[in-house]
């Protein structure tokens, strides 16, 4: 009995080693990084103050810096995508480690999917989308397709019971398989994929040789050593022509949206590793097309519907580290988690979602895969929707939340900055940013004649002073 206790205890001992060290080593590296231009703390007393605002006609976002010493956070409003579109598009990022992910995100990966965005809407509008929705196959030389091993639609599939009707794909299957025969095909809805390996970098050769070592059937954290990552490059996420995200005449922003997350970590990733930077960032993300709501969710940022009766609907579930699936996949890649402060992928990460945080990201411990949640606004009959990183869900409920921008409707932006201080004041550490979406007078879509996206100038809001805590590493 005291040998076992002594083993775990030397796991323990080993695993807190571990963690601080890589963790400092880490720290160091994020102090080489150059000062991001939204880095604006001056060290005054009002410091915690600053922060961020957008309103528009029917959306409106407020973010503070609060007690961390920089603003990770990013959000972006567009009550009209380029203007012409009719599609809206909100996004809150929650940058860690660093600004440089949820920087990358706002840049590249919102104007990719803008771009797919008016592509497809340019699309349907040209009246080609049923000749362009048949067309979401090619035939490779093996008769199989890559539309059809897309990530979200194995995602979908994995999900499928045997006596649910609505998740079976093999009618669409027949149908494509059908089209293959009478329809010539063409290369547009695919690109070849890259097979290219690279040594693999320091930050994830140092976390492979200090995981291994733990497991073995005595391992506390049930750790796994079976996996399937053999220090090779990934290929590159297989690039879609706009017109494969039209079927049967609508736009699927699922697979749009799964695939440009994919792709942009991938870039995230690449570009991380030439400059030795560990930053990551959570993605929520909200698109209104007429009365549809699509929200794709990866990491620990929330969205939340207060429908007609004033009960608050979940837009999107928390990718926690200690969830059953979560820790089982993390398992799995031969990872685990440990108990600082809050459950932690490998002792680090407090989400088990993100873009970037590449010496997790290499051994597929985190993983950018969003979720993907549907919603006919028409059934629901919403009042408003609100997006936010987790400072504001650090201390508030979904049904807090609700009911406090409730009661601050009527405020020229909704609410969100009420909710956002509110926060603060309750003790929230992180970064806080609020987003709400207004639906007025029963109609439940986003008006068209918004203007472009603004990325908003830094404000100091208020003149007293609070005092800061030290932050909690996410």
């Known amino acids: 009995m005291k ?72 959000f972006i409003i567009e009550e009209n995508v380029n203007n012409d579109t009719g599609i809206s598009f909100f996004a809150v990022f929650d940058g860690h480690g660093g600004e440089f992910a949820a920087d990358f995100a706002k840049d590249i990966l919102v104007k990719n999917i803008y771009h797919k965005i008016t592509e497809t809407a340019a699309l349907l509008k040209g009246g080609g989308a049923g000749s362009v929705g048949d067309q979401l196959t090619v035939n490779n030389g093996n008769n199989t397709s890559d539309y059809e091993n897309s990530p979200y639609l ?26 293959r025969k009478s329809l010539s095909t063409t290369d547009d809805c695919s690109s070849p994929k ?23 059937k005595d391992n506390l954290f049930n750790i796994s050593n079976n996996s399937n990552n053999s220090g090779s490059k990934p290929a590159p996420p297989t690039s879609f022509d706009a017109k494969c995200y039209i079927e049967n005449g609508k736009i699927n922003f699922g697979k749009m949206i799964t695939d440009e997350v994919l792709a942009a970590d991938y870039k995230l ?11 990551g960032t959570t993605a929520l993300i909200a698109i209104i097309q007429g009365t549809r709501l ?69 051994k597929n411990l985190v993983i950018a895969n969003p979720d993907i949640l549907t919603f006919e606004l028409n059934d629901h009959k919403p009042i408003f929707l609100i997006l936010a990183s987790d400072g504001l869900w650090d201390t508030f409920s979904n049904e807090e939340a609700v009911a406090y921008i409730k ?52 404000t100091n809001s208020g003149s007293s002073s609070l005092n800061k805590n030290t932050p909690s590493s996410k």
């Open 269 to 279: 990733v690449e570009a991380a590793k030439k400059s030795t930077n560990i930053a």
């Open 154 to 179: 194995k995602r979908k599939s994995s999900r499928k019971d045997e006596n649910n009707k609505e998740n079976d794909t093999s009618a669409s299957v027949r149908r494509r398989d059908s089209l």
């Open 194 to 216: 890259q097979n290219n390996t690279q040594p693999t970098d320091v930050f994830t050769s140092k976390l492979n040789s200090l995981i291994r070592p733990l497991g073995g």
């Open 407 to 458: 009661e601050h409707i009527h405020e020229s932006d909704y609410g969100a900055k009420s909710l956002a201080m509110q926060s603060y004041y309750r003790g929230s550490v992180d970064n806080i940013t609020v987003l709400v979406i207004l639906f007025r007078n029963g109609v439940y879509k986003i008006g068209s004649n918004a203007g472009s996206p603004v990325i908003s100038s830094p």
């Open 294 to 362: 699509i929200v794709a969710n990866v990491g620990d940022s929330r969205g939340v519907m207060c429908d007609s009766r004033g009960v608050a609907i979940p837009l999107s579930f928390d990718h926690k580290p200690q969830q059953v699936r979560e820790r089982k996949r993390i398992h799995d890649a031969g990872g685990f988690i440990a108990f600082r402060g809050v459950w932690r992928v490998a002792g680090i990460l407090a989400t088990s979602r993100a873009l970037g945080d590449y010496p997790l990201k290499d």
């Open 3 to 74: 040998r076992s206790i002594k083993k775990s205890l030397t796991i323990h001992g080993a695993v807190d080693v571990w963690g601080r060290g890589l963790l400092g080593r880490l720290q160091a590296t994020l102090g080489r990084q150059k000062a991001n231009r939204m880095k604006l703390i001056d060290g005054s007393g009002s410091a915690d103050h600053q922060c961020w605002e957008e309103v528009q006609q029917q959306s409106s976002a407020f973010a503070i810096l609060g007690r961390r010493p920089r603003m990770e956070d990013r």
